[in-house]
């Protein structure tokens, strides 16, 4: 399994920027999807996730501002971000929660990308 994001980079703030997180070798419909985010020397923290079958949850900080989807066709989940303020500033991972038919559940990090939002 390969979970690879796209879509980072350097935007002012209130302006918008769409995350992809591509999944393959992977039975993508079946799992649930977080995107979280990290600033050095702090906690990796969840910014959305979407479950397999749509359901979606967001951080309170991005709750209004940020949009998760996913496109089963395209094994690809997308988080919207629009509004963006200096502190979203991060390096922005996804996490596919690949699912197996034993029940298992096993995590596939992305490497992360930057997300920088300028004052």
């Known amino acids: 399994v390969q979970v690879v994001e796209s879509g980072g980079g350097l935007v002012q703030a209130g302006g918008s920027l769409r995350l992809s997180c591509t999944v393959s070798?992977?039975?993508?419909?079946?799992?649930?999807i977080q995107w979280s985010r990290q600033t050095p020397g702090k906690q990796r923290e969840l910014v959305a996730r979407?479950?397999?079958?749509?359901?979606?949850d967001y951080a309170d900080s991005v709750d209004g501002r940020f949009t998760i989807s996913r496109d089963n066709a395209k094994s690809t989940v997308y988080l919207q971000m629009n509004s963006l303020r200096p502190e979203d500033t991060a390096v922005y991972y996804c996490?596919?929660?690949?699912?197996?038919?034993?029940?298992?559940?096993?995590?596939?990090w992305g490497q992360g990308i930057q997300v920088t939002v300028s004052s």
């Open positions: 996490l596919n929660k690949e699912s197996y038919s034993n029940g298992e559940v096993l995590d596939f």
């Open positions: 979407i479950t397999s079958g749509g359901t979606t």
């Open positions: 070798g992977s039975i993508f419909e079946r799992n649930d």
